[in-house]
T-cell receptor, first 116, second 109 residues
């Protein structure tokens, strides 16, 4: 298995531009998570999906952020318009449902976003 | 505020020594998980301990959970230079997994 795949690995853009991050979860996993990691705030959960349906988006910072999961093998996180404070590493993770709460999550390599 | 807080924030030891990291949390949990992150990489799952378990082992890793004190510890025995990384605890509570602030471990030769 290729693991969780994220693209691009690095993105440099200018303030005001639209940014789209992509994720392909592990085949067969039914949970997908988007996280943001910064030195100041650590690792923050932005949103997660179960069977392609958004379950909790309370971590999405503002209306500038949106996420979609059109099918079981693809998700996007979009920032429009982007701002310098959005600069961070964005991780996608997936997991398989098991009884008794959240099971182990498999993380992608991350997308390092720099907004100038 | 963070659900999980790791202690210490940074730890430096010699190869062959044991490393102990602690995690405290605030609410009741379903399970607690430990992850490792090498510099510039994604997180890798190490071990999961359920709320009704007190201790779990995996290779050189030993995790304990004390739900009465709302705390967990991760022990890495006979550390190696390759164990140098950041270690995070994550608590499964209120429908989501919340990560702590992490402990940066450096194992020197």
């Amino acid at each position: 298995d290729a693991g969780v795949i994220q693209s691009p690995r690095h993105e440099v853009t200018e303030m005001g531009q639209e940014v789209t991050l992509r994720c392909k979860p592990i085949s067969g996993h039914d949970y997908l998570f988007w996280y943001r990691q910064t030195m100041m705030r650590g690792l923050e959960l932005l949103i997660y999906f179960n069977n392609n349906v958004p379950i909790d988006d309370s971590g999405m910072p503002e209306d500038r952020f949106s996420a979609k999961m059109p099918n079981a093998s693809f998700s996007t996180l979009k920032i429009q318009p982007s701002e310098p404070r959005d600069s961070a590493v964005y991780f996608c993770a997936s997991s398989l449902a098991r009884g008794g709460g959240h099971s182990e999550q498999f993380f992608g390599p991350g997308t390092r976003l720099t907004v100038l | 505020s963070q659900q999980g807080e790791e202690d210490p924030q940074a730890l430096s030891i010699q190869e062959g020594e044991n490393a102990t990291m602690n995690c405290s949390y605030k609410t009741s949990i379903n399970n607690l998980q430990w992850y490792r992150q090498n510099s510039g990489r994604g997180l890798v799952h190490l071990i999961l301990i359920r709320s009704n378990e007190r201790e779990k082992h995996s290779g050189r890793l030993r995790v304990t959970l004390d739900t009465s004190k709302k705390s967990s510890s991760l022990l890495i025995t006979a550390s190696r230079a390759a164990d140098t990384a950041s270690y995070f605890c994550a608590t499964d509570a209120m429908g989501k997994l919340t990560f702590g602030t992490g402990t940066q471990l450096k194992v020197e030769l």
